[in-house]
């Protein structure tokens, strides 16, 4: 939550770079209190690291990633960024061949069997790439757009994660009383508005609208991603457990960076078809309206859930109107 606003100050006072330099400290000391509070447990049947996988999985998603990035800045030569992103999909295509005969694959892409996991992954990329797109997209608006310094630009963005925060207190009642299809799909519905909303701000106007928005906008994020995060292991066995982390965060923080690359090829081609000389604040919108609009994708996936489905881990009971043949057999 502090981060925002730490940047902002760091950035005002000192330089851009101090930023990364602060993480140093903080690093060191994650990793001391890992040491000491953290358990080693380790499995009681240890499989090999899949290597090759390692090679072709993350070398191919590296790869694509670069040469997304290099296509949403308009960065040339074109063909470099082309290379970068078929190397990268022919090493994932050729990960894929590995896969089918490997026993401990890097990503089990077989976990993708199990509904609630499938969904919860699929469901969670849409909404993830808004999420992604949002810290690039909102301090670059208000700075650029509405003329903010970093440390005013920080202090507003603070009102998302506060807007987190606060829903927390509420989750699980709302997942016990409603399920986790209801607030998925409401939640999906309310990330796109809240992005249509901010692209409709305007500069000069009041900061408290968009600060209204902004608390509206991370208590969405918070009830989706306790949603998605508890029902992708809701019907997992125990012993896949462990193969399912592994795959679920790394698609995490896939779509999370596609948010990044797809906001700024969006301001990036709204710049250049509406010939701004340079980004305006109709360019961040168009950005906002494009992320909202594909994180709209969650409520049809969301949709495909069972009623009653994570009922063992939210606790809901779903009442279903019984059919003839149920009625008839009572």
């Known amino acids: 939550m502090l981060g925002p606003v730490l940047g902002g100050l760091i950035t005002s006072a000192l330089s851009w770079r101090w930023t990364f330099y602060i993480n140093v400290p903080v690093g060191v000391l994650g990793l001391f209190m890992t040491w000491r509070h953290i358990p ?16 072709q999985a993350g070398g191919g998603l590296a790869l694509m990633s670069f040469g997304a990035e290099m296509i949403s800045h308009n960065t040339r030569p074109y063909w470099l960024s082309a290379g970068l992103l078929v190397t990268g999909a022919a090493l994932f295509a050729a990960y894929f061949r590995h896969m089918r005969h490997y026993s401990a694959p890097l990503l089990d892409f077989t976990l993708m069997a199990v509904p609630t996991f499938r969904l919860s992954v699929t469901g969670g990329a849409a909404s993830r790439v808004a999420v992604g797109a949002l810290p690039f997209l909102l301090p670059s608006l208000l700075q650029i757009g509405f003329g903010l310094n970093p440390a005013q630009s920080g202090l507003v963005t603070f009102a998302a994660p506060v807007g987190a925060l606060c829903s927390r207190l509420y989750v699980t009642r709302l997942f016990r009383r409603y399920g986790f299809r209801n607030m998925m799909m409401l939640s999906g519905f309310g990330a796109a508005i809240t992005c249509a909303i901010i692209a409709m701000i305007r500069p000069g106007w009041p900061v408290w609208p968009l600060t209204f928005v902004l608390i509206c906008s991370g208590a969405v994020q918070a009830i989706q991603f306790s949603a998605y995060n508890s029902i992708a292991y809701a019907d997992l066995p125990e012993t896949r457990m462990s193969a399912a982390t592994s795959f679920y965060s790394t698609f995490q923080q896939i779509m999370l960076s596609a948010g990044i690359c797809i906001a700024a090829l969006t301001v990036t081609v709204s710049r250049i078809v509406f010939r701004h000389a340079e980004v305006t604040s109709f360019d961040f919108d168009a ?23 994570g009922s063992a881990v939210s606790g809901h009971v779903s009442f279903e109107k019984p059919d003839e043949s149920s009625m008839r057999n009572i």
């Open 40 to 55: 080693q447990i380790r499995e009681p049947i240890v499989k090999p690291f899949d290597c090759i996988g390692m090679l």
């Open 287 to 309: 950005g906002f309206l494009v992320t909202g609009a594909i994180s709209l994708l969650a409520v049809p996936t969301a949709a495909m859930l069972a009623p009653n489905a």
